[in-house]
């Protein structure tokens, strides 16, 4: 087999993924992007270990080290994206501005007292 | 046992592998186009599962049959569950989801396009005349599992306390902590 | 390899996924009956219902063809296709006969078996979110949960099996058999078979699917063919598991004349597994979805991890 064929493939599954890490809004979405983005990876690391059939076999090793961490990845990801939904109400990265929640407004409730202490 | 491994005949003929891996090769990308473009959240993740599927079936025209079952089984098993979860968690509807796409679309367009042509042109340039051969099946599980415990034992351990970080980690991030005084731990 | 042979083995690996869970169902209701104090089905084909089946299969199929209005029409019409699907393909890698009696012999054998059933939690999860059903969302997730947790204890004993065969090979496996195996991988088998359980969500772990908490989980919306190939998946998975379980713990077609009969033997095997299932149904109540899952992280893990590790002992000190 042609080597170019698994490199190409490799390489356009690559770019359709930076396309939906770019594009995505919704952070579920970038996610499974990049997934998209490690399994292209791994088709070439495959390929490229049948082409140089070296002793070490170390494209596929690596190719199942990356199935791991990838897995490993999708897992914390998606933990925080729950963690974040519950906080903020919301999975879009584009409105996940702020690196702290804001100070806790006094509750309006509570002004009557604090103007009759005052 | 190598030598028995190396001794079956693949199925297809040289020619055959090929063709069949373009036709797939063809499928998966479709699947992941559909993937990244749709706005129906669930969809997209099952356009995902084909496309993870058809990246096994080619790593098993690869030969590299270990690594097929192994994205079978962790990938479509479990992390597109995991995927799914997530997307159900976080009230997914049913139809198309006004929150799907960015504004950036024309540049991520253009920015994707530009670099697959760069690398396309780079990759078939670089290997225009190199031919793999698939005949001695590599990647048997026999095979890789003495590759796996023989020379990368350290890098296999190392993953393993990685993993166990990962749980450890994704446990303690979703607990859900003591509801406080203005109630930003609840979930409604 | 002939086309012919190809075809002829498809046809019976087909035959038997339409035969076999249908008589599993049809011993279900007849024990279930007998052990509750009634008779189940008489009617239906004349000597003691053996046609109930055959019956209910004329009334699915001539039922109305439902899909619920807000529901997404795709994915709830392929969700009962995705989750059968898997149980028809690991058939074809289950060897019943010495010799080549297997549908296919595959490499890599339990790793493609568990890898496939494992891709058909996609099925459930799919048919619950896209009934547009608070309980079939609910049921959805409660199965994918559960099939996640109870794969680990799967992999892990069928893992052991593999170490004490020096390969994940099925055919292998029998191949390397010895009747001591019995006794040693005991405990794999317990794990292996109640997590199996988990994983068809058969009672004591029917959770998922409990009608007096979630009307029918993720099936709610289901009805006519629909849901009986979700129900005939059921059936294919109890077979699958026993035929698993027979060939993994209890040695498969090995028994006297096992080159004539061999055959027989694991049906026989498979059969009183299945009808332990069917026992198990009528016996234990429900358990709560918490308890499932802590039976599964606290119980059944350590349980498959001590297997392992003996599994291991025994392999470098024989």
């Known amino acids: ?118 | 046992m190598i030598t028995l491994a190396a001794e079956t005949r693949g199925f297809l003929s040289p020619a055959g592998v090929e063709i069949v891996f373009l036709l797939v090769g063809l499928v998966t990308l479709g699947a992941a186009v559909v993937t990244v473009t749709t706005r129906q959240l669930v969809h997209s993740a099952l356009w995902l599962v084909a496309t993870l599927g058809g990246l096994a079936v080619e790593y098993l025209l690869l030969t590299a049959e270990f690594i097929a079952w192994v994205q079978v089984l962790i990938y479509v098993g479990s992390v597109v569950v995991l995927l799914l979860f997530g997307l159900m968690l976080t009230r997914a509807p049913i139809g198309r989801s006004p929150d799907a796409d960015s504004g950036n679309r024309p540049v991520a367009l253009g920015v994707a396009v530009v670099s697959a042509g760069l690398l396309v042109t780079l990759v078939v340039d670089a290997f225009r005349s190199t031919w793999i051969d698939v005949s001695p099946a590599r990647g048997t599980t026999d095979i890789m599992g003495a590759a796996l415990f023989r020379h990368w034992v350290l890098p296999f351990e190392a993953l393993s306390v990685l993993l166990l970080a990962a749980l450890v980690g994704a446990i303690v991030l979703s607990r859900r902590t003591a509801p406080s005084a203005d109630g930003a731990g609840e979930d409604r | 390899m002939n086309a012919i042979d190809v075809i002829v083995t498809l046809l019976g690996v087909l035959l038997v996924f339409l035969v076999l869970p249908l008589v599993v169902g049809q011993t279900e209701h007849k024990v279930m009956a007998h052990m509750q104090g009634r008779v189940g089905p008489m009617y239906a084909g004349g000597f003691h219902g053996w046609a109930q089946l055959v019956a209910d299969g004329v009334k699915f199929a001539q039922k109305e063809d439902v899909v619920p209005d807000g529901a997404d029409r795709r994915i709830f019409q392929l969700a009962p296709a995705v989750a059968l699907l898997p149980y028809l393909i690991v058939l074809v890698a289950i060897p019943f006969a010495p010799g080549g009696g297997v549908g296919q012999a595959i490499d890599a054998g339990i790793f493609f078996v568990l890898a496939v059933m494992g891709a058909g939690v996609l099925g459930t999860l799919m048919g619950g979110w896209a009934s547009a059903n608070k309980f079939g969302l609910l049921g959805g997730l409660r199965t994918a949960a559960q099939l996640l947790a109870y794969e680990l204890p799967m992999l892990l004993t069928a893992a052991s099996v593999a170490m004490a065969a020096g390969t994940v090979s099925l055919t292998g496996i029998l191949d390397g058999f010895e009747w001591w195996w019995i006794p040693w991988q005991i405990v794999g088998a317990f794990v292996f078979f109640t997590a199996g359980l988990a994983e068809l969500q058969r009672p004591p772990f029917d959770a998922p699917i409990a009608d007096s908490e979630i009307i029918f989980g993720a099936y709610t919306e289901y009805s006519g063919l629909r849901f009986a190939l979700f129900m005939l998946a059921e059936y294919a998975g109890i077979v699958v598991l026993c035929g698993l379980t027979t060939v993994l713990f209890l040695g498969g077609w090995h028994g006297p004349f096992s080159d004539s009969v061999g055959w027989l033997w694991t049906l026989l095997k498979t059969a009183v597994l299945a009808f332990g299932v069917i026992w198990l149904r009528v016996t234990y109540p429900r358990l709560r979805e918490d308890q499932i899952q802590r039976f599964a992280w606290t119980v059944l893990i350590p349980l498959a991890l001590a297997q392992i590790a003996l599994t291991g002992i025994v392999k470098v000190v024989i």
Do not use: K
């Open chain 1, 1 to 118: 087999m042609h080597l170019a064929y698994p490199a190409v493939l490799a390489a356009l599954l690559f770019c359709v993924g930076l396309y939906g890490v770019l594009a995505r809004r919704n952070a579920i979405l970038v996610l499974m992007s990049v997934e998209l983005m490690l399994n292209a990876v791994n088709l070439n690391l495959v390929a490229f270990d049948v082409w140089l059939r070296d002793t070490l076999h170390a494209g596929q090793s690596l190719t199942l080290f990356v199935i791991t961490v990838a897995a490993a990845e999708i897992g914390i990801g998606l933990a925080i994206v729950l963690a974040v939904y519950r906080a903020r109400g919301t999975s879009d990265v584009d409105r996940l501005r702020d690196l702290a929640e804001p100070p806790a407004v006094p509750d309006p409730a509570q002004l009557p007292a604090e103007e009759a202490a005052a």
